[in-house]
């Protein structure tokens, strides 16, 4: 069977949808005729997001949520089917950044003066990792269980190559890039794999408020090294999730998006 999805009445359930990436998609899925269940733990941002799309005459449902706490996907994964009847898209676009690097050496004496506390590796990995988890496992069982037909397109980085100063970070979504083969083997071994596909994108750095916060020399020293000369835009990562909604062939891969930028030894 050769087919293309059409966005036109499908569903999708996006977190991180108050800012960022997950806002852009929400607006551009909405302007698509997609229907939508948009989530962030940022209830401000939210619901200028949504009151945004109502608007433009979009079809949303926004609701608070915690991706690291268990009940708050189990309820917008329901909510969702609730509401629309099934579930076609699923992007986890919650995340944070809180670099630092494992060990900070004094110059002077050469020895250890502080590193990464427990807290900063693992706040990062609950949200980023661990809430990606969550989501995924909530909203494909609303998908499996409803007959649901779709994507689920995860969000990693060029960060899960290895960048310095984000151990935490990298790590987290190195192990999101592994998702999408997972979950894809899993579901062809049960003959669902062609009715739920999984991808992921990892773009690079692209022009949004988390990564604008980062040190600005250091974002320079980046910039420098793109060799389209910019950021990437929210539109453009965008763009390429919507298109892997659309296209069947596109399943089991984390596809890059980071305009020919490759990290050098230093990160």
């Not at 990298?170 to 003959?191: D, Q």
């Not at 950021?231 to 596809?255: D, H, K, P, Q, W």
Request: proline fraction near 2%.
């Amino acid at each position: 069977m050769n087919s293309m999805l059409e966005t036109a009445g499908a569903v999708a359930v996006i977190t991180g949808a108050g800012s960022g990436i997950g806002a852009g998609l929400a607006r551009k899925w909405a302007s698509a005729g997609g229907k939508s269940v948009l989530a962030d733990i940022d209830s401000a941002g939210l619901r200028e997001v949504a009151d945004d799309i109502r608007k433009n005459g979009g079809d949303v449902r926004p609701v608070t949520c915690d991706v690291t706490v268990e009940k708050d996907n189990q309820d917008m994964a329901r909510l969702a089917v609730e509401v629309f009847g099934h579930i076609n898209l699923v992007a986890p676009c919650a995340g944070i950044i809180d670099d630092g690097v494992l060990l900070s050496i004094d110059k002077n004496t050469g020895q250890v003066k502080d590193s990464m506390s427990l807290e900063q590796f693992r706040s990062v990995l609950d949200v980023n990792l661990t809430g990606t988890f969550l989501t995924v496992r909530e909203c494909s069982t609303q998908m499996v269980n409803t007959g649901s037909r779709g994507l689920i397109c995860l969000l990693s980085s060029i960060g899960s190559l290895g960048t310095a100063g984000q151990i935490n970070y990298s790590s987290s979504k190195a192990a999101v890039s592994a998702m999408p083969k997972v979950i894809t083997s899993e579901f062809f071994r049960k003959g669902i794999a062609g009715q739920i596909r999984c991808v992921a994108v990892a773009p690079g750095y692209v022009d949004t408020p988390m990564v604008n916060g980062m040190n600005a020399e250091a974002l320079e020293r980046i910039r420098e090294q793109i060799p389209i000369g910019r950021m990437i835009s929210v539109e453009e990562v965008v763009s390429l999730v919507m298109e892997l909604f659309r296209n069947e062939a596109c399943a089991g891969e984390t596809y890059y998006i980071h305009g020919g930028l490759r990290l050098g030894s230093k990160g």
